[in-house]
T-cell receptor, first 111, second 113 residues
Framework: EDKVVQSPLSLVVHEGDTVTLNCSYE??????LLWYKQEKKAPTFLFML????IEKKSGRLSSILDKKELFSILNITATQTGDSAVYLC???????????FGKGTSLLVTP | NAGVTQTPKFQVLKTGQSMTLQCAQD?????MYWYRQDPGMGLRLIYY???????DKGEVPNGYNVSRLNKREFSLRLESAAPSQTSVYFC????????????FGDGTRLSIL
């Protein structure tokens, strides 16, 4: 059975801190790993990773995938209160269409 | 840019009532999905439609039916609502080719008393 495990489940940091969110996975016929940010409503897409060792970057956020060790990390530098959200990790498989989600990491950034 | 539109946004039902959740996308996507999100459980797939004219069960299909009305619209029906179906329901869509992310609607918060 495919599995996605995120850690920590929740995290509180001060503005300006750097955070690292973790996602480990077990997927049959792995295709990609995705990160989403969820505030009040819809999950919004951050990154899609398919190749090992290649960092994807967008502003203060970056992510990397390790296909040998079966994990990914999402880094946020110089955190701001607007980064407060639930961060979801999901995997896709070449065997199917749907995403398999982890339970999410709830991040709270305090002023 | 509408993207994925879900209606209604909120609904309260009594046990045993029926209801249809509507979803429409304007991105010409082939595949559409229904998820439910419960506290501590993450997003779980209920049903999906890989392309117009096809539907398949996901992880938690019991108590639900779906209809892919056309390429744009994918509805989720609760025939006889139960309190265990209290949840937030998300519709999503993507190209179906596996090289693009899924895009999500804003969700429907459903409470069943």
């Amino acid at each position: 059975e495919d599995k996605v495990v995120q850690s920590p489940l929740s995290l509180v940091v001060h503005e300006g801190d750097t955070v690292t969110l973790n996602c480990s996975y077990e997927v049959t016929n792995f295709r990609s790993l995705l990160w989403y940010k969820q505030e009040k409503k819809a999950p919004t897409f951050l990154f899609m990773l398919t190749s090992s060792g290649i960092e994807k970057k967008s502003g203060r956020l970056s992510s990397i995938l390790d296909k040998k060790e079966l994990f990914s990390i999402l880094n946020i530098t110089a955190t701001q209160t607007g980064d407060s959200a639930v961060y979801l990790c999901a995997t896709s498989s070449n065997s199917g269409y749907a995403l398999n989600f982890g339970k999410g990491t709830s991040l709270l950034v305090t002023p | 840019n509408a993207g994925v539109t879900q209606t209604p946004k909120f609904q309260v039902l009594k046990t045993g009532q029926s209801m249809t959740l509507q979803c429409a996308q304007d991105m010409n996507h082939n595949s559409m999905y229904w998820y439910r999100q419960d506290p501590g459980m993450g997003l779980r797939l209920i049903y999906y439609s890989a392309s117009e004219g096809t539907t398949d069960k996901g992880e938690v299909p019991n108590g639900y039916n779906v209809s892919r009305l056309n390429k744009r619209e994918f509805s989720l029906r609760l025939e006889s609502a139960a309190p265990s179906q209290t949840s937030v329901y998300f519709c999503a869509s993507d190209s179906g080719f596996g090289n693009q992310p899924q895009h999500f609607g804003d969700g429907t918060r459903l409470s069943i008393l």
